[in-house]
């Protein structure tokens, strides 16, 4: 989403040495009857609440949360929307069954989006930064049938600087009662607050993993927009970036993560089920030459985007739980 107009022994929880940990479990539901859920007939049109960012919002006052409310919608995979997605990002597999785990987050894009533009939410959506996912494949998704998508709002944190706001999204298919797949994004938004920054140098520690070169396109934005159905401008061009604070474009981050799984998993088996998370700490304009790090600890691997400074720009875990090339679809 970028910035607006981030049972078993084998789940215990994993630590990097930046502190960042992979979900041990994540909710399949809220935690309250009460959340009224708007049910779609078809994804949200991604241009109309574009349009609706530029409506006035009163804002949030320190201390008070975001309403909870949520939003369902039946949604399908297609074909060539999946391989565009898979081959933008660095896979080139051509098992035609396979859905990494990141992209059912791309795919709910348009009902975050939804949430965010909702009548409840209090602030404008201009300037919400994503900051943080965490992900649970259970199961494998199945392209070829369609997902029943829950999103909503969960709790809210006041930070220096401003709130973060969690939202749930889940993805079921066969009527299962367990969602295959789960995920919580942690949204931050500025605003007013009297509480006073805590940030560490320390937080930024880089893994000692082998280094290699991150090359970007200036037009990547461009390319990987229309298959995330994220035109947000400060990925586009330099002028629409500047409108923003930017001086040049910059990568959506859930690129960034897709990209540095493929390098790190080419195989897509190894992507359908597993835990992740992922944490956006600085964006990476357009064009760019850096570095990215990985370093694999037990049976988890680690990836690091630096940014032409050197700092800490996305920090990536992933424990795969794999699936053979003679499993079903339908199984791990």
Same mark, same amino acid.
């Given at each position: @989403?970028?910035?607006?107009?981030?049972?078993?022994?084998?789940?215990?929880t994993?630590?990097?040495?930046?502190?960042?940990?992979?979900?041990?479990?994540l909710?399949a539901?809220?935690?309250?009857?009460?959340?009224s859920?708007?049910?779609?007939?078809e994804?949200?049109? @991604? #241009?109309?609440?574009?349009?609706?960012?530029?409506?006035?919002?009163p804002?949030l !006052?320190?201390?008070?949360?975001v309403?909870?409310?949520?939003?369902?919608? =039946? =949604? !399908?995979?297609?074909?060539?929307?999946?391989n565009a997605?898979? +081959?933008?990002?660095?896979w080139?597999?051509?098992?035609?069954?396979? *859905?990494?785990?990141t %992209?059912?987050? *791309?795919?709910?894009?348009?009902?975050?989006?939804?949430? #965010?533009?909702? +009548?409840?939410?209090?602030?404008?959506?201009?300037?919400?930064?994503? $900051?943080?996912?965490?992900?649970?494949?259970?199961?494998?998704i199945?392209?070829?049938?369609?997902?029943?998508?829950?999103?909503?709002?969960?709790?809210?944190?006041?930070?220096?600087?401003?709130?973060?706001?969690?939202?749930?999204?889940?993805?079921?298919?066969?009527?299962?009662e367990k969602?295959?797949?789960?995920a919580?994004?942690?949204?931050?938004?500025?605003?007013?607050?009297?509480?006073k920054?805590?940030?560490?140098?320390?937080?930024?520690?880089?893994i000692?993993?082998?280094?290699?070169a991150l090359?970007?396109?200036a037009?990547?934005g461009? /390319?990987?927009a229309?298959i995330?159905?994220?035109?947000?401008p400060?990925?586009?061009?330099? &002028?629409? %970036?500047?409108?923003?604070?930017?001086k040049?474009?910059? &990568?959506?981050?859930?690129?960034? #993560?897709?990209? #540095?799984?493929?390098?790190? *998993?080419?195989d897509?088996?190894?992507?359908?089920?597993?835990?992740?998370a992922? /944490?956006?700490?600085r964006?990476? %304009?357009?064009?760019?030459k850096?570095?990215?790090?990985?370093?694999?600890?037990?049976?988890t691997?680690?990836?690091q985007?630096?940014?032409?400074?050197?700092?800490l720009?996305?920090d990536? $875990?992933?424990?795969?739980?794999e &699936?053979?090339?003679?499993?079903?679809?339908?199984?791990?």
């Open positions: @989403m970028g910035k607006l107009v981030g049972n078993t022994d084998s789940m215990n994993t630590h990097s040495t930046e502190g960042i940990t992979l979900p041990h479990d909710p539901q809220p935690n309250s009857d009460q959340i859920f708007d049910d779609l007939s994804s949200p049109s @991604m #241009l109309k609440m574009y349009l609706k960012i530029l409506k006035p919002r804002g !006052k320190e201390g008070d949360s309403p909870k409310y949520g939003v369902e919608c =039946m =949604m !399908k995979i297609s074909q060539d929307w999946l997605y898979t +081959q933008i990002c660095g080139t597999s051509s098992n035609q069954d396979l *859905v990494p785990i %992209a059912p987050q *791309v795919l709910a894009a348009p009902l975050h989006m939804y949430l #965010l533009t909702h +009548q409840l939410f209090p602030s404008s959506a201009l300037g919400v930064v994503h $900051a943080e996912n965490e992900m649970i494949a259970h199961k494998p199945d392209p070829k049938l369609p997902l029943k998508v829950k999103s909503w709002i969960g709790e809210t944190h006041w930070k220096a600087r401003g709130f973060q706001v969690d939202m749930y999204t889940t993805v079921s298919q066969n009527d299962e969602p295959r797949w789960l919580k994004t942690s949204l931050f938004r500025t605003a007013k607050t009297s509480q920054s805590t940030h560490s140098s320390k937080t930024d520690q880089l000692n993993g082998d280094e290699q090359q970007l396109s037009n990547l461009r /390319r990987y229309p995330a159905g994220d035109f947000n400060i990925h586009l061009y330099p &002028i629409t %970036a500047k409108l923003f604070g930017f040049r474009p910059i &990568i959506h981050g859930m690129w960034t #993560l897709g990209h #540095l799984l493929s390098e790190v *998993v080419p897509l088996h190894q992507l359908c089920c597993g835990r992740l992922v /944490r956006f700490r964006p990476l %304009a357009l064009p760019l850096s570095t990215w790090r990985h370093q694999t600890a037990a049976n691997k680690f990836m985007a630096l940014d032409p400074r050197g700092k720009a996305v990536i $875990a992933f424990e795969a739980k &699936i053979s090339s003679t499993t079903d679809v339908n199984e791990c």
